[in-house]
């Protein structure tokens, strides 16, 4: 009976120590070479965002009537298609296999964008992106300081001055949507 108190209290106690381990401890990937399943959904959200923005860009230089948001499109669907391919690459490279399509959420979006023209379109879109890209921004800089995928890391801090851009032009949009409708 002693025997197994001991044994289930070292169980107990190897249990907590194993939980206890601090985020940089913790094994970058697993024994085949894959992410673990916090990088791996990082990578994905990532893959999920650039689609959702080539498409949504390519919405907007069908439907936006400002210059500033088909240009703002133009440049969300030229950054996006590049970190799209640096994404496959290194999702290649880690055994992952990223999204192929838009989530619910962001197809209820285009799905909402898509009824709207004109300059109902520009201030819906320059809106979502505003707001897309403040989370964005926010969630590449927690994979860039604590990924535990070297390379995850390293891929997490060169999207993240490519989000912050998006994010400011969008802003910027805004404010001369804001300004011509005064």
Do not use: C, W
């Not at 907590?16 to 913790?26: G, N, P, Q, V």
């Not at 970058?28 to 080539?54: C, M, P, Q, R, Y």
């Not at 992952?96 to 109902?120: E, I, P, V």
Request: aromatic content about 4%.
């Amino acid at each position: 009976m002693i025997k197994h108190l001991s044994l289930l209290a070292a169980i107990v106690g190897l249990a907590f120590f194993s939980a206890s381990l601090r985020a940089e401890d913790r094994p970058k990937t697993s024994d085949n070479g894959t992410l673990n399943s916090h990088d791996a959904g990082f990578l994905n959200a990532i893959s999920h965002g650039d689609l959702a923005e080539v498409k949504l860009g390519e919405l907007a230089e069908d439907r936006a009537s400002s210059p500033d948001v088909k240009k703002l499109a133009q440049t969300l669907i030229k950054d996006h298609r590049s970190t799209q391919k640096d994404l496959k690459a290194l999702a290649a490279n880690k055994n992952l296999s990223l999204a192929t399509d838009l989530d619910d959420k962001q197809q209820a979006t285009y799905d909402r964008l898509s009824k709207l023209n004109g300059a109902d379109f520009d201030k819906a879109f320059v809106q979502y992106n505003i707001k897309d890209h403040e989370s964005d921004v926010d969630l590449a800089k927690d994979f860039a300081a604590h990924a535990q995928d070297p390379d995850v890391k390293a891929f997490a801090n060169q999207v993240v001055p490519i989000l912050e851009k998006h994010l400011r032009m969008a802003k910027e949009t805004n404010d001369r949507l804001s300004g011509s409708n005064r």
